[in-house]
């Protein structure tokens, strides 16, 4: 399994960004993805989860209405849209299969701040 994220940066509050996932290494369409991230000090948080089929899909509270999770079976890469961004927003953004987060990629840095 390898899952390789990108997009990430410094941006002002209010802004937006959109992240990518490439995954290899497994048969990507049949697995439900999320995103998780982890701000400094403090443990991973799942913000969004999207089914394999890419209908179903969920998003913790503090995000909803502002990010949006999506899918391209056929390129095997995982979105998310992130708009309205917010300061505590800012955290390292990983991909990683729903069944498990021990196999994530080097992440990708999003920096919300003035």
């Known amino acids: 399994v390898q899952l390789v994220e990108s997009g990430g940066g410094l941006v002002q509050p209010g802004g937006s960004l959109r992240l990518s996932c490439a995954a290899s290494?497994?048969?990507?369409?049949?697995?439900?993805m999320d995103w998780v991230r982890q701000a400094p000090g403090k443990g991973l948080e799942r913000v969004a989860a999207?089914?394999?089929?890419?209908?179903?899909?969920y998003y913790t509270d503090s995000v909803k209405g502002r990010f949006t999770i999506s899918r391209d079976n056929t390129k095997n890469t995982l979105y998310l849209q992130m708009n309205s961004l917010k300061p505590e927003d800012t955290a390292m953004y990983y991909c990683?299969?729903?069944?498990?987060?021990?196999?994530r990629g080097q992440g990708t840095q999003v920096t919300v701040s003035s």
């Open positions: 990683a299969q729903s069944i498990s987060w021990a196999t």
């Open positions: 290494g497994f048969t990507f369409r049949n697995y439900a």
């Open positions: 999207i089914a394999n089929g890419g209908i179903a899909t």
